[in-house]
């Protein structure tokens, strides 16, 4: 068995012992919606296994993704692609001989991308 100070990810290590003492009891729909959502935003494969682990090692593992963060992404990602244009238009015009000038759409998509990052940096997104 894997050592948990160690582990890298994926599926906590079973506990040992068998399990054979049946546990039930009610819960509100909107009680039961969190516990859901606690399920879906965790890395436990059932809803025993979560409650187990609240009740017992008085804690869970919730992964969370930051909306923001996945926006920001999306945005620099489309912003990266028009710098390449970018860039193999310069590179392309050098080796014509020709001499490279930013039109004002290139300047304004870099302005956009140094706003973007600098605005990520003091929101802490980055």
Known sequence: MSNPKNSKGGRPPKKQGKKDH??????????????????????????AELLRTMVFDKKINVL??????RDLQFELSKIGANINQIAKRCNTE????KSSTLKVWDKYILTRACNIIEKALKNKIL
Do not use: C, D, P
């Open 22 to 47: 049946l546990v039930q009891f009610l819960v509100s729909g909107e009680q039961f919606q969190v516990l859901r959502g606690l399920l879906k935003a965790s890395h436990y494969h059932g809803m």
């Open 94 to 97: 050098a080796i014509e001989g």
């Open 64 to 69: 969370t993704e930051n909306a923001n963060a």
